[in-house]
C-alpha cells in the first residue's frame, strides 16, 4: 500500500511541477505576462484548496479505493487536456479543473493509512509518501525540460496523463479500503494491523464530523494556519523557482532544472528525517512533543534558509540555503497529516483535506505574490521576508497545537 501511494506522489508532484518547467514555451506560444502566468500558476492552487475537504469527505464515505481511481482518472485527463489549450481563458480553465481533481490525493492517501497503518508507523509512513512527491518534482524538472526539447509542451503533458490513467487502473485492481478483505495479506500482518490500529471513535461509522464544530476548534485552526505557511514557501518551488533561477543568473533550461530539483531532494530527505522523528518519539509515550518538535524544529529551519538565500550571490549559494528552507518545510509534513489522522480518526479524510484546503490557499498567495511583489518593488526580497515571517508565526501555533485531543462529533451538522 505505501509503495503505490509513493508512487501516488511522485505522480502527483510530476504532473503539478511541469507547468512551472514549460511556462516559457507555453508563455511564448499563447502571448501571455509573467502575472497572466501567476495567475494560471494560482489557480491551480485554489481549485486544490476548495475541494480538499469535500473530496476528504468523499473518501471517508466511499474509501480509498473508488475515490482514488476517480480522482487521479480525472486530473490525469486534465493534465493531457492542458496540452490542447489555445489562450489564456482555456488554460485557466483547465487549470482549475486540473486542481480540483488533485485535490482529492492527499485526503484519500490519509484514510487509507488510518485504516492500514498503526499509530507507531504513521510518521515513517508519511514522510515516505511526501518523499515521493519531492523526488518525483525533482526528477520531472530535468527530464520534463528534456522532454519538451525532443517533443513539445504540448505532447509533455499528454505523455504524464496517460501515466496517470495506468497508475488508476492498477490502484483499483489492487487496493482494498479494509486490509481483512486483501487476498494476499497474510494472517500475522493482518492481526499486526488490527492489534496496532488506532481505537476508534465513539461514534458510528455513519456519524459526520460538524463543520460547525471542525472549525470552532482551537488545534483545527492552529494546524491550518501552520499547514498554510509551509505551503507558502514550498510551492514556490513548484512555480517560480525555475523560471527565477533561469532568469537570475541566465541558465539554461535543462541546467536550471538540476538546479531546482536540489531543494525538492533535501525536501524528500527532510520528511524522511521528520517521519522517523514522529516515531521514534512517539514510542518513548510523548506523543504530543513527536508532533510538535520536529514541526518546530522544521520551521525554524525553513525561516533561517529563505532569509539566508536572499544574501547570495551565487547560484549554488542561494540554491544551497533554499534546500535548507524546503528541508525544514518539508520536516512540518508528517506531523501535521500524523496530527490530522490522530484527531479525525475514522474522519481524518475530511480533517487532513480541511487542513490541505488551508494550507493550499498558501500555495494561492504565493504564486501571485512573488511576481506582484517583484513587479510592485523590482525586487523578490519582500517575497522571501513574508514567508519568513509565516515560518515564526507557525512555531508558536505549533506550541498551542494538542494533537493527542479528538474532535469531537455530531449528528446534525453534516458535509
Not at 266 to 283: C, E, H, K, P, Q
Request: proline share 4%; net charge positive.
Amino acid at each position: 500500500m505505501v509503495g503505490g501511494t509513493f508512487i501516488l506522489s511522485m505522480i502527483v508532484l510530476f504532473d503539478r511541477i511541469l507547468i512551472s518547467v514549460a511556462k516559457d514555451p507555453v508563455a511564448s506560444d499563447l502571448s501571455l505576462t509573467d502575472k497572466q502566468m501567476g495567475w494560471v500558476l494560482s489557480v491551480f492552487a485554489l481549485g486544490y484548496a476548495l475541494f480538499q475537504t469535500p473530496s476528504g469527505y468523499l473518501a471517508d464515505k466511499y474509501g480509498a479505493r473508488k475515490i482514488l481511481t476517480a480522482v487521479v482518472s480525472l486530473w490525469s485527463f486534465f493534465t493531457a487536456l492542458t496540452g490542447a489549450v489555445w489562450n489564456f481563458g482555456s488554460l485557466i480553465t483547465v487549470r482549475f479543473l486540473f486542481g480540483i481533481g488533485e485535490a482529492g490525493a492527499f485526503p484519500s492517501m490519509a484514510r487509507a493509512i488510518y485504516n492500514w497503518i498503526p499509530i507507531r508507523e504513521r510518521g515513517i509512513v508519511n514522510g515516505i509518501n511526501f518523499s515521493g512527491g519531492r523526488i518525483g518534482a525533482a526528477i520531472a524538472l530535468p527530464v520534463v525540460a528534456w522532454l519538451i526539447d525532443i517533443t513539445s509542451w504540448r505532447m509533455s503533458f499528454a505523455i504524464l496523463g496517460i501515466i496517470g490513467v495506468i497508475w488508476a487502473i492498477a490502484w483499483y485492481l489492487w487496493f482494498h479500503d479494509s486490509p481483512s478483505d486483501h487476498p494476499k495479506i497474510s494472517e500475522d500482518e493482518l492481526k499486526n494491523i488490527k492489534e496496532n490500529i488506532q481505537e476508534q471513535g465513539a461514534a458510528s461509522e455513519h456519524e459526520k464530523i460538524s463543520l460547525g464544530k471542525m472549525f470552532r476548534s482551537k488545534t483545527m485552526l492552529l494546524i491550518m494556519g501552520q499547514y498554510f505557511s509551509s505551503n507558502f514557501t514550498f510551492f514556490f518551488c513548484l512555480t517560480w523557482l525555475f523560471p527565477h533561477l533561469k532568469a537570475t543568473y541566465n541558465l539554461e533550461a535543462v541546467e536550471a532544472g538540476f538546479y531546482t530539483a536540489a531543494p525538492l531532494i533535501f525536501g524528500a530527505l527532510g520528511n524522511w528525517l521528520s517521519g522517523w522523528m514522529v516515531d521514534f518519539i512517539y514510542r518513548k509515550n510523548k506523543w504530543e512533543l513527536s508532533r510538535k518538535l520536529p514541526a518546530i524544529i522544521g520551521f525554524s529551519l525553513a525561516s533561517t534558509g529563505i532569509i539566508a538565500s536572499i544574501y547570495m550571490n551565487e547560484v549554488t549559494g542561494a540554491v544551497l540555503f533554499i534546500s535548507m528552507a524546503v528541508f525544514g518545510a518539508d520536516m512540518t509534513l508528517s506531523p501535521s497529516w500524523s496530527a490530522c489522522v490522530d484527531i479525525g480518526k475514522e474522519h481524518s479524510g475530511t480533517v487532513s483535506g480541511t487542513m490541505n484546503m488551508a494550507g493550499n490557499l498558501g500555495s494561492f498567495f504565493t504564486a501571485l505574490a512573488f511576481p506582484y511583489l517583484l513587479s510592485m518593488t523590482g525586487s523578490g526580497t519582500p517575497f522571501f521576508f513574508v514567508a519568513a515571517a509565516l515560518n515564526l508565526l507557525a512555531i508558536v501555533m505549533w506550541l498551542a497545537i494538542k494533537p493527542q485531543i479528538p474532535l469531537k462529533l455530531t449528528k446534525k451538522i453534516v458535509i
